[in-house]
């Protein structure tokens, strides 16, 4: 349970709120590498932390995030050209590089060639990397820019990785939270057969014992947990990480069906929309075709979508992929597949996940999307929830008393690795000491 | 016409408002028992006077009308799975009885079995009954509960009754007012040719005495009143009721064509939104299939409608009932229809009334769907909504002084039927007199 | 570069707003003729300066623009009975004329009568004159009304002109300010491939020089401007004029393609939306078939649009056309069409003018529609528009002043007339003295 002023203080994020410039101190997911693959391509929209910006790749194929709207008049640059190494606005032909520098202002007589001129018209840009398949960015102060992302997933050959993101209709919290929270995927996620589970989770593994023993351990990237669950004689133990402030890696079930590790980022889109990234991946070899059809199938992640310009509250449109299963079709949910399949009548894990996510209770006054944390009774079980929230707290605090976050310069989390067990023996501290992902080389650095 | 802040004391209803807590001191319907017929069928999403409710019949038949959301973190029980006595939360399977009891905690190893957690743990809840294939529900305080809902229609037996509700996108007291107005008949529901009457309203009775001479009488329960209508050398005389907060008796025509009393409750969903409730009945008999293939077919009350999950404003979705003819459609208006047909070009009297009700002038700063009551110019006509404005405005204020509102505990109402009739002579007086549903039996009390 | 208060002072017309009572003296237009053009047809939804009107006409032929709502309880008189001389309320009979006079209530038995308090319940209604085919609405006070409408185009014969209007998503200086912004039409209509220039543009025209020479006159109705490009040993001169507070006359190609003048009227409907009127028109013959082919067929003003009801925020409908391009389709943008066909791969003109004045950046704390003022970087090649700001400001600020604006009575744009030349030599003042629309007859004024 929060206070209405902490629970403010962790879900808005806008430009100026405490939350959002603790956003700032971290590299973000921002768009896949995919959707801007072609130099000279369509410039794809996106609204991070209620600030909207232009996703581009130019004429020699370099990557830019940039202001969405042009430093003349305000025009909306998505319906920019993308030529000759830069977006040029429609309305009057100015040019704007992928660092946001104006080189061209051709509509007046005066200032054409006046390089004073073009150098007070730039447009706003942040740092990127491409990393995993994804475009990360970084809109935090320049002299506080952390290591570039390097998760075990982000150095995996291209073959061996899927990636992906969509919307979720919620406060970016409310699926950060669901991430870090073990024992839900007992009821959640549980085929009432077992041999239809989708998460490889069954009868005899996760399932059966709905309520696990959760052990954490402080790191200094956010924390570690294990899941105990029992199972028969031996035990069922899931270690898994969460690394500040919205990351997620998550252990492969122990059956023959998911075939690689995975894991999320909730990038906020502004106060009540998420971006999720969803990745899946093997170390050892590339994904099959059966294990990427099963992945593009949509019964985990990411669900079934399509890409759309939607707009968004008073906004103009964002692009962005949009779950066919949403909250305006309550989910696909069938009540006689509930009663005899599975635990929700709803077919896929994420849709599984934003049904009881996307529409809790809303705050006070505030639109749905933001849940009440003010009403919760929260127990042993949520221990990781309680626990991120008070570091998060912790950091946010920090840094409005100018004190920046340690786990954004974080490098021990380039070695996390979750991973899934069954024995009888074991304890957190002892598989994390034993499965580690190998050092990036000095190249990944 | 009242001044702004009587205006705002009237319509607005949401938790904490004066007139929200005058409505919390009487039973409102809250959904129809058909709707919730089968034992642990889907649960129905309800908005009551601003409160997200969920109602549902468990394993043994017994309803319940609960908080929406899991006490645990908020999750929407609607996706819950109703089953063996509860509803059984889709996230982390939290379990709560129809009185909202807490009954399992199972993903929480130390606490699964521990009463006292449990019983810190409830959600929500709020008796209810059935009556009149209805189910209603008493959201104020426990000590202050009224006697159960006693209408001649609620007593009934089944087959004698048609219930129905459905949206009406304005403020309740728009509706409400609608209810009481008896000159509007002649106008927005006039036939121009009088054999078409959906109302067995014909030229002869109530079109062509547009100015009814309007009589009150002050009762417990709220007011009675006649309005008298020249016919050539006789009245057309129509007796009807207002029942505090909002219900009405309305009686049939006397013609051949519509064969059942009715009325209507309008229960306010939030300040901009209503679900209306209507009941036909006959005292005598069963309705027989000519009458309900007529009250199904959409001239009257109900209109035609489709059950819908919607989203209201920035809120998550009911299940309701949507009108097909709308303000989205203009009501599906044909102006050739209102040249030659009806007064309106508008089928229907339920969207005639929708038509002219939702589309109202908004007040100051507020959204569409609640008047403006500083512009009106009321006339003697008007007497009917200036006497149920004046009684509940004493109500309100009453309340706010601590005073209950008699008009709940009221049991005058349970004998108050709506008559119509044609004749040279009468008063209303008279008519009350003559004219009385039967008392109760003792089991009915 | 404005400063927040001034963007705010500019943008706000609702009742009350600074820039709403400038609006209010002058005649602004309403609703085309031709959709109201029988006796007794259905009335039209308006919202000018955020008040809810309806134009209708009555069985005499006169038109009348009136409060949407009826005196007596706010009920909406769009579903009225436009019968015999006025609207009859479809709810209880009240009858209205085109001046809003209240001329019969027929549902109260003792004031149906009763002249004064007729007179007692009249509607709003403000004066209104047709001229070149528009309805055309003054609604400021009464002693300040300045003379009637008296362009060329409108007192050209019927068929030498055409008119249209269609909903713009912004505020109404977005649009009024593309209008008289020269520089925009080299680039936004550019066609790359001449010969297909929907403006008759082509490269040796417009495109060629995308950086006029701009000179500026000062007018009493707001100011004439010449705009010259070089074109070989010649220059293009395109004269224009902006008529406060936000008519342009725009002078047709000098090619064999575009075969009028025209210009538009930016009204607001709210401070989000506006109406655009267009007008084409020969001064000396009437529009051929092909040239009203041309115009209707979508490509340069109005855009292919369909009439609608639409709900606008949240408030109820107004019945407006709408353009088939819009944002929710992103103007129908064709990456392809852009790399090879034109500038921004959107078809026709007004469509490429909404798709960068419509998602402009949002002001601070403004849903999208109006554009964020404070954050420009304005260039010489802006100066009509700096300039008109800058008029409109003083405009603005005197009328607070209590000094009414000397443009709303000016006569001397009757003989303005834009036009377009190429040749050597030249200047603003030469052109205008040489051409000139002839004097309106005595007839006309």
Request: hydrophobic share 40%; aromatic share 8%; charged share 25%.
């Amino acid at each position: 349970m929060l206070s209405k002023e902490e629970n403010d203080l962790l879900t808005r994020v806008g430009p100026g709120t405490p939350m959002g410039s603790l956003f700032r101190r971290f590299w973000l997911p921002a768009v896949l590498s995919e959707e801007i693959a072609q130099p000279d391509s369509a410039p794809v929209r996106l609204r991070i932390l209620s600030e909207d910006l232009l996703a581009f790749r130019d004429s020699s194929g370099r990557v830019g995030l940039v202001d969405a709207y042009c430093a003349h008049r305000g025009a909306p640059l998505f319906f920019a050209r993308n030529e000759q190494g830069g977006l040029r606005c429609a309305y009057h032909g100015w040019k704007f590089d992928v660092e946001g520098n104006c080189v061209d202002i051709p509509n007046d007589c005066r200032i054409k060639d006046n390089p004073r001129v073009l150098a007070a018209c730039s447009i706003g840009s942040y740092p990127v990397v491409e990393a995993g398949g994804v475009v990360w960015v970084y809109m935090g102060p320049k002299d506080r820019m952390p290591p570039p992302p390097n998760f075990e997933w982000t150095r995996v050959p291209e073959g061996h990785r899927h990636v992906s993101r969509w919307l979720q209709r919620s406060n970016w919290l409310q699926g950060a939270e669901g991430e870090i929270d073990s024992s839900h995927i007992s009821f959640l996620h549980q085929e009432l057969d077992p041999a239809e589970s989708a998460l490889g989770v069954t009868g005899a593994d996760l399932a059966v014992d709905g309520a696990p023993v959760i052990t954490l351990k402080d790191m200094a990237y956010g924390f570690a947990s294990a899941a105990r669950r029992s199972r028969g004689e031996d035990y069922f133990w899931r270690i898994s990480q969460w690394v500040a402030p919205m990351f997620s890696l998550i252990p492969r079930a122990p059956s023959p069906f998911f075939t690689g590790s995975g894991g999320r980022a909730w990038v906020p889109v502004d106060d009540y929309n998420t971006v999720t990234f969803a990745y899946s991946f093997r170390p050892d070899r590339p994904l099959s075709d059966e294990e990427l059809e099963l992945i593009n199938g949509g019964a985990h992640f990411p669900p079934r979508t399509r890409k759309v310009a939607l707009a968004l509250g008073d906004r103009g449109p964002i692009d962005v992929f949009v779950p066919e299963a949403g909250m305006d079709n309550d989910y696909m949910i069938d009540r006689q597949m509930q009663r005899t399949r599975n635990f929700t009548g709803i077919w896929g894990v994420n849709a599984q996940d934003r049904s009881v996510q996307e529409g809790m209770r809303a705050a006070p006054s505030s639109p749905i999307g933001i849940v009440d944390r003010t009403k919760e009774r929260l127990m042993g079980s949520d221990i990781a929830i309680v626990t991120a929230r008070r570091k998060l707290l912790a950091m946010v605090k920090d840094l409005q008393q100018g004190i920046e976050p340690a786990a954004a310069s974080d490098v021990t989390h380039y070695t996390a690795r979750a991973i899934s067990s069954i024995s009888a023996t074991g304890s957190l501290d002892q598989y994390l000491s034993e499965y580690e992902a190998p050092q990036p080389s000095h190249a990944e650095h």
